[in-house]
């Protein structure tokens, strides 16, 4: 089987299993008929798709192994942003959220923004805001993201967040809007199964913060750039990005050092907020 075959084979699956495209499409966070097009050749699945596809279907592992190493055959797949905003940012998030629910260590590297898992809505809102969505379309995005973030209360989760100083002084939001979001990190490092790493201003860096990156156990890295979203799942490539966030988590802030750290800043923000 090659990656033209694929389509065809995962179709051949899913007939055999006796469920629903319906189902399976709704189960793998898609549309049916872009699992209707994948099927039928029409469209060639994503590593992300073939991996939800599998799970919704649900076959064994060693099949599982099977199809996944044909839809590694392209060891890095870029998808254009302007894809999903054709879909509904609302459906990424989605989908997110189905490869996050299989990931039992999560390692995201964020040198901008503050992660998606740790925004509060107002910020959530101004990031997704810039998207040039409606109305509807900005608040299902919003309330998709934020759903995602049950994850955090989920036990047996290995969830590892490090940010640059400067995600925390970004103005994203006004100042007491950003002292809200700084409120909301200090409180969420205090979960069990999270581990927020600051790295300031102030260490000696050995390496250069190119870009975001999360690592998905350590099977997947999703990479966002300017134009589209990169998945990367060569198993050499991967360990590349293993690599860069643990030289970051060696110089980063944890514990309460960090978070006094986000106190020290927040009320900066307060301060602000006053004298305006």
């Not at 629903?20 to 994948?38: P, Q, Y």
């Not at 039992?104 to 503050?114: D, G």
Request: glycine share 6%; charged share 25%.
């Amino acid at each position: 089987m090659n990656r033209a075959e694929l389509g065809s084979a995962l179709r051949a699956l899913r007939q055999a299993s006796g469920k629903e495209a319906k189902a399976v499409a709704r189960s793998a966070a898609m549309s049916a008929s872009k699992l209707s097009k994948i099927e039928t050749g029409s469209v060639v699945p994503s590593v992300v798709d073939v991996e939800q596809i599998l799970t919704a279907i649900g076959v064994s592992e060693d099949v599982k192994c099977e199809y996944m190493s044909v839809a590694r055959a392209a060891a890095t797949e870029a998808t254009a942003w302007r894809l999903y905003r054709r879909l509904g940012y609302h459906r990424k998030q989605q989908q997110i959220q189905a490869i996050e629910s299989r990931t039992i260590l999560l390692r995201l590297f964020q040198p901008a923004l503050v992660p998606g898992l740790l925004q509060t809505p107002e910020y959530a809102r101004a990031i997704l805001g810039r998207k040039q969505l409606t109305t509807d379309q900005l608040a299902r995005a919003v309330e998709a993201r934020l759903a995602r973030q049950s994850i955090l209360y989920e036990p047996g989760r290995q969830l590892r967040f490090i940010v640059t100083e400067s995600v925390l002084r970004w103005r994203i939001v006004p100042p007491l809007m950003m002292a809200g979001q700084l409120d909301r990190l200090h409180s969420v490092s205090r979960l069990p199964g999270v581990d927020l790493r600051v790295v300031p201003f102030s260490a000696q860096q050995t390496d250069i913060p190119n870009h975001s990156f999360s690592i998905k156990d350590d099977r997947m890295v999703t990479v966002e750039t300017v134009h589209a979203e990169l998945a990367v799942t060569d198993p050499r490539d991967v360990a590349l990005y293993v690599d860069k966030f643990e030289g970051f988590a060696a110089v980063a802030l944890s514990g309460d050092v960090m978070r006094g750290t986000l106190e020290g800043i927040r009320n900066e923000f307060l301060r602000e907020q006053e004298i305006g």
